[in-house]
């Protein structure tokens, strides 16, 4: 007779039941994210600050639906669309995330050895290239249940943009009012600067990394399968889901908050309106705001890169794997997936090598941000397809609340998309 399965009998701890949805949010806050809310924050003062509220619960709706689809079919999101999409709508997505991720790692990798030689000094470009081998051998050498929680410790390097904020002079009873009662604009510019926000906060390697982080932590936790295989651990999994979706996505955007708040008052206030990148705000708060208060958003930009960038990569490296059915995870010994770490490996050192060309990184990082838009759209659409197919879903299709939530953040995207469109016509 088979034995039942059954969940386990203690709950996990506060801190082990976070995890993806923790290490995902966290990673939204990479160093390209990071000069995108100082740019608009110096730029538009305290008239940008609501953004960051309207977007934390489509954050949620659309990360959650991408975490359960993992956690309940124990695949990724390409795996997924791979067995219920057309081929040409599957390589399309993964191409073009591909070729965003890789931009993206060059910007975040080129923007930490900005801040290294900003706070020690030395060649900048020598420091990419020792951040980026070090992120290829955390991921290729480190066992996933080892490295996991090395990525969960990279959070708390956000924390230096909550305390950047008390360091300095900031008027709270007028930030509460401009962010609860904003004065919007529908001028081309601010148009630009909220898309800005929206395709930063909401991107698509966010989904396929959380999905497939979902899917590395239940292979790694003995006793786990599937949900739609092991029904009777639903309970848990999903409630762990929300809370850490929840909390993952709040500290998000509580983060990006305090980073257009400090640009706000040291950077706006004084007239300084013109960031292109993280380093060169950390070297404009320097005169405004004093060493300290510099020290930390320096570092800052080096451990969240230390974070992104490795989730930039895996997540680029899961689709392609999952798209043309190679072994996969960061769980596996690398000669059991050299396709997977191969492909995790070209990507990074394609980023490093970025910042030795004439390419103009920021141009670079806009087209970069001008692609996640695009397919970010079908990529939602595609999500909440299959989180209501029974074939992928079993008795786990996502609810009429969930429904709603991942509908909305996906027309809201689809306008956005628009939106930038339209701006570049006028």
Known sequence: MKK??????????????????????????DPSGIATYSQVGASFGYGILWTVLFTFPLMVGIQTVSARIGRVSGEGLAANIRKHFPPALLYGIVGLLLIANTINIAADIGAMGAALKLLIGGPAHLYAVCFGAVSVALQVFVPFPRYSPILKAL????LAYVATAFVVNVPWGEVAYRTLLPSISFQAAYVVAVVAVFGTTISPYLFFWQASQEVEEQRAAKGEEPLKNAPEQARMQLRRIQQDTYIGMGVSNLVAFFIMLTAIVTLHMHGVTDIQTSAQAAQALRPLAGDFAFALFAAGIIGTGLLAVPILAGSAAYAVAEAFQWKIGLGRPPLRARGFYTLLTIATL?????????????????????????????????MMMLAVKPEVMGAFVIGRRLRILGWLATTVMALMVVAMIATWRT
């Open 155 to 158: 959070t708390f390097a956000l």
């Open 4 to 29: 039942r399965r059954t969940a386990p009998e203690k709950a996990p701890s506060f801190w082990n039941r976070l995890g993806p949805g923790l290490v995902t949010g966290a990673a939204d806050d």
């Open 350 to 382: 394609l980023g490093v090598a970025l910042n030795f060309t004439s390419i103009d990184p920021i141009k670079a990082l806009f087209w970069s941000a001008v692609i996640n838009g695009v397919i970010a759209v079908p990529i939602m659409a595609v």
